[in-house]
Antibody
Framework: EVQLVQSGAEVKKAGESLKISCQGS????????ITWVRQMPGKGLEWMGI????????TYSPSFQGQVTLSADKSSNTAYLQWRSLKASDTAMYYC????????????WGQGTLVTVSS | QSALTQPASVSGSPGQSITISCTGT?????????VSWYQQHPGKAPKLIIY???HRPSGVSSRFSGSKSGNTASLTISGLQAEDEADYYC??????????FGGGTKLTVL
């Protein structure tokens, strides 16, 4: 069974750093791209970027370029989303999802990680 | 990159059909047959229901269908059921090799 399991909720202060994770299982992790999606409270989905774990080839949304860093560890089948300096406006639910092998859609999703940043 | 345009809300009675539109540009929706649709129930992760404009993943009800004309994609749900009440999002591949989501549509089953 394909699963993407994300790390638990985080409560941080503005200016702190943070790295959240997304571990894949039930499939060959290195054969699929992983994407990250933000959902601010009561708002819609926003595409942040996508990474290919075998070589860490990464594409960022212009809206998130320079604000976050995507990375991946093939040895642990884990993708990461990282901030160097959090802002209150980073408060949101963050989802990881797998891009389908032959297409552009996102066929399996993680359960989400809630990040709360206080000012 | 601007979000794709979806109606904020639609509604329908059980058994009826509804259609949700998703309008982009020739650089995204109109340029590629890579439009997907996601259903999100409150407090849950999104779920893929349509990919490549009109294809349904295994296990998704045939009541869900998708189409595209020019820069506008559409999701149609026929035979509305109470369980279809959710938020729906379209997503398109873009000429910059990025992705863009629509603003989302809240479906209310009356």
């Amino acid at each position: 069974e394909v699963q993407l399991v994300q790390s638990g909720a985080e409560v941080k202060k503005a200016g702190e750093s943070l790295k959240i994770s997304c571990q894949g299982s039930g499939y060959s992790f290195t054969n699929y791209w992983i994407t990250w999606v933000r959902q601010m409270p009561g708002k819609g989905l926003e595409w942040m970027g996508i990474i290919y774990p075998p070589d860490s080839d990464t594409t960022y949304s212009p809206s998130f370029q320079g604000q976050v860093t995507l990375s991946a560890d093939k040895s642990s089948n884990t993708a990461y989303l990282q901030w160097r300096s959090l802002k209150a406006s980073d408060t949101a639910m963050y989802y990881c999802a797998r891009r389908a092998a032959a297409g552009k859609e996102f066929d399996y999703w993680g359960q989400g990680t809630l990040v709360t940043v206080s000012s | 990159q601007s979000a794709l345009t979806q109606p904020a809300s639609v509604s329908g009675s059980p058994g009826q059909s509804i259609t949700i539109s998703c309008t982009g540009t020739s650089s995204d929706v109109g340029g590629y047959n890579y439009v997907s649709w996601y259903q999100q129930h409150p407090g849950k992760a999104p779920k893929l229901i349509i990919y490549d404009v009109s294809h349904r993943p295994s296990g998704v009800s045939s009541r869900f269908s998708g189409s595209k004309s020019g820069n506008t994609a559409s999701l149609t749900i026929s035979g509305l059921q109470a369980e279809d009440e959710a938020d729906y999002y379209c997503c398109s591949y873009t000429s910059s090799t990025t992705r863009v989501f629509g603003g989302g549509t809240k479906l209310t089953v009356l």
